[in-house]
């Protein structure tokens, strides 16, 4: 079952300009993390942010977790054309025994050159 | 460092029949996840083995199988396929948690006619 939704499902925007996706889930987490996947082949790791970080940077990628709200965002600075991809959160379960990855719906993403 | 590898690419298949999905995890990696991805249900969880042993599965039916090898290849194997089964079947290798996330293969693009 999904853990959540990615919110807004498409987004289109023009090459330099900043992309933000959000995404909630419903249970408590060990960590979150963002996959990015080019048409139908495999997710690439992006980043990780745990249960109990705020924030987090990679190169032009920022996320952010508000537990309280069972939500993140992931923001892309200065997008390109090679940035258009689908992105998925997932997350996982906090509690011993949880070894899953529980994805939202995704957002794709279309950059414009 | 090799990524994960999954064979074969693409398969097709006709119903009532049987398929077995093969995926070397990163060396090192002990903990290998299989997930399914549909146009319709989106990404989701079929079941995670760590040194051999199933940790977790989804809420798949049992002609849903897999298993893991002492090296950590693992297979998994549908058997009386159903249309339905068409899908996109990804399986991704991390560490004993995943606390650093997950690598995932390219895929083996099932179709079942």
């Known amino acids: 079952s999904q853990q959540g939704e990615e919110d807004p499902q498409a987004l289109s925007i023009q090459e330099g300009e900043n992309a933000t996706m959000n995404c909630s889930y419903k249970t408590s987490i060990n960590n979150l993390q963002w996959y990015r996947q080019n048409s139908g082949r495999g997710l690439v790791h992006l980043i990780l942010?745990?249960?109990?970080?705020r924030e987090k940077h990679s190169g032009r990628l920022r996320v952010t977790l508000d537990t309280s709200k069972k939500s993140s965002s992931l923001l892309i600075t200065a997008s390109r054309a090679a940035d258009t991809a689908s992105y998925f959160c997932?997350?996982?379960?906090?509690?011993?025994?949880?070894?899953?990855?529980?994805f939202g719906k995704g957002t794709k993403l279309s950059v414009i050159p | 460092k090799a990524g994960v590898t999954q064979t074969p690419r693409y398969l097709i298949k006709t119903r009532g029949q049987q398929v077995t999905l093969s995926c070397s995890p990163i060396s090192g990696h002990r903990s290998v996840s299989w997930y399914q991805q549909t146009p319709g249900q989106g990404l989701q969880f079929l079941f995670e083995y760590f040194s051999e042993t199933q940790r977790n599965k989804g809420n798949f039916p049992g002609r849903f199988s897999g298993r893991q090898f002492s090296n950590s290849r693992s297979e998994m194997n549908v058997s009386t396929l159903e249309l339905g089964d068409s899908a996109l079947y990804l399986c991704a290798s991390s560490d004993v948690r995943g606390n650093y996330g997950y690598t995932f293969g390219s895929g083996t693009r099932l179709t079942v006619v």
């Open positions: 942010i745990r249960s109990n970080e």
């Open positions: 997932a997350t996982v379960p906090s509690g011993a025994g949880s070894y899953q990855l529980t």
